[in-house]
């Protein structure tokens, strides 16, 4: 699908990967209508790209982004939010807080734009997911979860919805605002977080391409391959390393800051 011209929402855009996409994105001539809850940041990413900006949070203000965004022909589906710690740990109402922004935005906001692409014969959608939906990360269990369900509903769209391009991105450690939010840095001296400008361009070779599936940086692919193949051996060597080392996305948090 070629980017030039085509109108681009991207969800999360005020930082991280989402302002790194917003970038990229404007660089192929694209326009852009960017989401996010931060009004100075999102603006000041606007400003830069030519965007238009669009300020709510997409847990509660998605019919009326929708209606403002007007006919889209690519979603990039980015913002999520994250938390980090033992299952019985977690907080009240931090699990709602997970599936709403990672898992329900996603779709419910799909839902309304996707009947005007269909009707057009044109659009494509990224999900920009996280290898921890692909193999499950110690501490990470309701954000590994959420992001697995978004991979389930990309590939069954893929089969309902001809003419329309499904992407997902699966990034691994990015270095974006995530672990200061989150409230757990990141101490691990391997894998070495990528810069955010990297799956920004994954996410524009997704569209551009039409590739299905793209992981950041590509080795990921390998142990999720190997679960999946041979689950046994997988897990034992998870074992071995205190059960997956943290691999899940590093985006901006947030319910679309």
Not at 86 to 92: L, T
Not at 121 to 148: N, P
Not at 161 to 186: D, H, K, M, N, Q
Request: charge should be positive; proline fraction near 8%.
């Amino acid at each position: 699908m070629r980017l030039a011209d085509a109108r681009v929402l991207i969800t999360g855009a005020s930082s991280g990967i989402g302002a790194a996409t917003a970038r990229a994105m404007a660089a192929t001539g694209a326009r852009l209508v960017l989401s996010g809850r931060d009004r100075d940041r999102l603006a000041a990413v606007a400003s830069e790209t030519g965007g238009r900006a669009l300020v709510g949070d997409l847990t509660t203000d998605l019919a009326d982004l929708a209606e403002r965004a007007g006919p889209v022909d690519v979603l990039v589906g980015n913002a999520g939010c994250g938390w980090a710690g033992p299952f019985p740990a977690m907080p009240d109402g931090t699990v709602e807080r997970l599936v709403a922004g990672n898992l329900t935005a996603p779709i419910l906001l799909t839902r309304l734009l996707l009947p005007a692409m269909i009707e057009r014969g044109r659009g494509h959608l990224v999900f920009v997911a996280s290898i921890a939906g692909a193999i499950g990360v110690r501490d990470e269990a309701v954000y590994a979860a959420t992001k697995a369900g978004l991979l389930g509903f990309a590939e069954s769209l893929r089969y309902e919805s001809r003419g329309i391009g499904v992407s997902v991105v699966l990034p691994g450690v990015v270095e974006t605002p995530f672990f200061e939010r989150r409230g757990a840095p990141y101490t691990r001296r391997w894998p070495v977080p990528i810069p955010a400008e990297r799956v920004a361009q994954a996410i524009v070779s997704a569209v551009e391409d039409g590739r299905p599936e793209s992981y950041v940086p590509g080795w990921l692919r390998l142990p999720a391959m190997l679960k999946g193949a041979a689950p046994g051996p997988f897990r034992a060597l998870a074992g071995m390393f205190g059960g997956q080392p943290e691999l899940s996305r590093r985006a901006e948090p947030g319910s679309t800051p």
